[in-house]
């Protein structure tokens, strides 16, 4: 079938070129963390050589805290990426999402555009993804087996997107039952459930409800990074929505507010949306985040300057991660969430 006539393929493709651009960018709101700073420290006494990154993360060490997020699959642009930022991931030794699976059980004519992860990357944490509008149809979940089988992830993560099914031409936003069958997921599946946002945030309240269903990994993917109701709004070219452009809970409060259910449930908490920055990355972890995520930077670095590029791109900021933690008195990334960042209005 070719992608004109599969409107999954098609769709995902339109998707990669819209976030080639910065059109997407949110207009007015931002992730926030330029209302924080962090505290100079000036007697530190940190050895910058002895910082090092690696920690566990799903049963696996990584070298950096920093997951390549869910992105593409199911086209066929999606093979030559995903093979790439698989090679890049394997090098980093750092975790990979993979893009909305969906598209996977629909046919089989780009399931190597999925396959391509693991054999590129045989040992890291690869995390599967579905969206919430489907796992609320199967009745069984013999589906999301099969997607975990497929790139043999480590965890399943479910994106919860109601501002983009709200908005994207054919959406469907009817999540109802979905803590249910997050649930049953939690229950069936042999890996860990995590559940992300895709740009609108996740609240305390949203992941309350979620870690009791059992789910070990909250990615808030926050507002402030690529705007989802943008994307759809320029493929439908539907400009009543524009006051939604901007909708939902900036990066930064999410992780604040989130990370407060730390102290109830033990799991793993990602930083995402709008960390186009090490500076962004920095402050993600001093909020509490365990791991920070990145996608539509990723891409287009990919596209500029190849899978170096990213990987240029990822040590660079961990180096510079390494300064701020020299500056602030902090031997490990954990140090930084002991009240080493502050607001701005603080200060004055
Ligand atoms: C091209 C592209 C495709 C995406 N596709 C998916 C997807 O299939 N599933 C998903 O959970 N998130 C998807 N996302 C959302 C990202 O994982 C992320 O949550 C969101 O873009 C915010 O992060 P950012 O500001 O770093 O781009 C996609 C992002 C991009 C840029």
């Known amino acids: 079938m070719s992608e004109k006539s599969n409107p999954t393929s098609q769709r995902k493709k339109e998707h990669i070129e819209l976030c080639l651009t910065d059109k997407v960018a949110f207009h007015d709101k931002t992730n926030g963390f330029e209302k924080y700073e962090f505290k ?103 589906p999301v087996r099969t997607m975990v089988d497929l790139v043999e992830a480590d965890a399943m993560v479910i994106h919860v997107n109601p501002l983009q099914e709200l908005i994207q031409d054919k959406g469907e936003p009817d999540f109802s039952g979905l803590l249910k069958s997050i649930e049953k997921l939690v229950k069936n599946l042999n890996v860990p459930v995590f559940v992300k946002e895709v740009g609108a945030g996740i609240s ?102 190849g899978a170096e590029g990213v990987s240029k791109l990822i040590i660079d900021w961990f180096e510079v991660i390494k300064n701020i933690m020299f500056l602030t008195g902090s031997s490990r990334l954990k140090d930084l969430q002991k009240g080493k960042i502050i607001r701005k209005d603080e200060l004055y």
């Open 204 to 305: 305390k309240d949203a992941a309350g409800k979620l870690l009791s269903a059992g789910v070990k990994g909250i990615d808030v993917a926050g507002a402030g990074g690529t705007s989802w109701a943008g994307v759809e709004i320029l493929r439908n070219k539907w400009e009543t929505n524009n006051f939604l452009w901007d909708w939902g809970l900036p990066t930064s409060y999410c992780l604040r507010t989130v990370s407060l259910l730390k102290k109830k449930y033990s799991f793993y908490l990602i930083g995402s949306g709008g960390i186009n920055d090490p500076l962004s990355a920095a402050k993600a972890f001093a909020l509490g985040a365990d791991l920070v995520a990145s996608a539509r930077i990723i891409l287009r670095e990919l596209n500029e300057s």
């Open 40 to 142: 100079h420290y000036a007697v530190t006494e940190i050895d910058i050589s002895k910082i090092n990154f690696e920690q566990q993360f799903l049963g696996k060490k990584i070298n950096y805290p920093f997951l390549i997020s869910c992105m593409t699959g199911g086209t066929s642009e999606a093979e030559n990426i995903n093979a790439q930022l698989a090679v890049t991931a394997n090098k980093l030794n750092i975790p990979l999402g993979v893009g909305s699976q969906r598209q996977a059980l629909e046919n089989n004519d780009y399931h190597k555009s999925y396959k391509i992860i693991r054999k590129n990357a045989p040992v890291i944490p690869i995390l599967g993804n579905i969206g919430a509008a489907e796992v609320v149809k199967y009745k069984d979940t013999k």
